[in-house]
């Protein structure tokens, strides 16, 4: 078993020869995506997401997206 215990990062998925991935902490994409679900239900009726432009900003968005999906957030 792989443990990592910084793996916040989104590019982390990469298992160790016996299969197995341990998080202690969740991945950023998540920790986004939660807050995202929070602040909607909180009753924001616009979000922005400011990130680097790279592979994990680009992860990022796309988790706050997914989680935006079917509400009235802009």
Do not use: K, W
């Not at 910084?6 to 298992?15: E, H, M, Q, Y």
């Not at 341990?22 to 994409?29: C, E, G, K, Y």
């Not at 968005?61 to 999906?69: M, Q, S, T």
Request: glycine share 10%; hydrophobic share 55%; proline share 4%.
């Amino acid at each position: 078993a792989l443990l990592v215990p910084g793996a916040g990062t989104a590019a982390v998925g990469a298992l160790d020869e016996t299969g197995v991935l341990v998080r202690v902490s969740p991945p950023a994409t998540a920790q986004a995506a939660a807050v995202a679900r929070s602040l909607v239900a909180d009753g924001v009726d616009s979000l922005a997401v400011l990130t680097g432009a790279d592979d994990e900003g680009a992860a990022i968005v796309a988790a706050v997206e997914a989680a935006l999906e079917g509400t009235e957030v802009d």
